[in-house]
């Protein structure tokens, strides 16, 4: 399998405390490695210097140049919550704020993809806990990326909700061939999304 991300002796300090020492990993292509650990293990602090939104670190993050094509840094990172959408605006105008002069087509198959193509003009105090978590979704795939960073997206649905969720990220993923870092405490749903999983100790 192809690398796309190599760290080594990725170390962590905050504050004079250590959150975590020389990490060793590599995320491999097409595939969803999920993170998995206590609480306060560092697991959200990986996936944010990953994603590039912080560089304050010790050690080595290389990435192949493939993943770079048509994005931005830093790459799209979907949330436990998704109460970031700006409620005087649409599911599309939500969409366009942040991807502005989007083709339209291409939103059209985006908002398909996550389901939501007949919710696309309600605002988000019509919205059940799962589309907004799918407009993160949709989101993050307008970006284009190769890869999808998730910190416990679902963490806040119930059951069923959630194994929608799942499910519609695996079809998503097998799709449009990602390589997916999912964060997450629940030993079922990391059986069900991962082909591979990290522990952080």
Not at 104 to 116: A, F, P, R, S
Not at 181 to 187: M, W
């Amino acid at each position: 399998m192809k690398t796309i991300i190599q760290i080594r002796n990725l170390t962590k300090v905050i504050n004079k405390q250590c959150i975590f020492k020389q990490i060793n990993l590599d995320i491999y292509e097409n595939e969803i490695l999920v993170v998995m650990g206590n609480s306060g293990a560092g697991k959200s602090t990986l996936l944010n210097i990953l994603c590039q939104i912080d560089n304050d670190y010790e050690g080595e993050v290389k990435y192949d140049n493939s993943i770079f094509d048509e994005i931005k840094i830093p790459f799209p990172m979907v949330f436990q919550e998704s109460e970031s959408l700006l409620p005087w605006l649409s599911v599309e105008e939500n969409l366009k704020v942040i991807h502005q002069n989007i083709d339209e087509k291409v939103l059209d198959d985006v908002l398909e993809k996550v389901e939501l193509k007949e919710h696309r003009y309600k605002k988000p105090r019509a919205l059940s806990g799962g589309m907004k978590q799918r407009v993160g979704i949709a989101r993050a795939l307008l970006c284009k990326s190769k890869i999808l960073f998730m910190d416990e997206p679902f963490a806040s649905l119930d059951m069923e909700l959630r194994e929608k969720m799942q499910a519609l990220v695996l079809k998503i993923q097998k799709e449009q061939q990602l390589s997916v870092v999912f964060v997450t405490h629940d030993e079922r749903e990391a059986a069900v999304m991962s082909t591979r999983i990290f522990r952080i100790d």
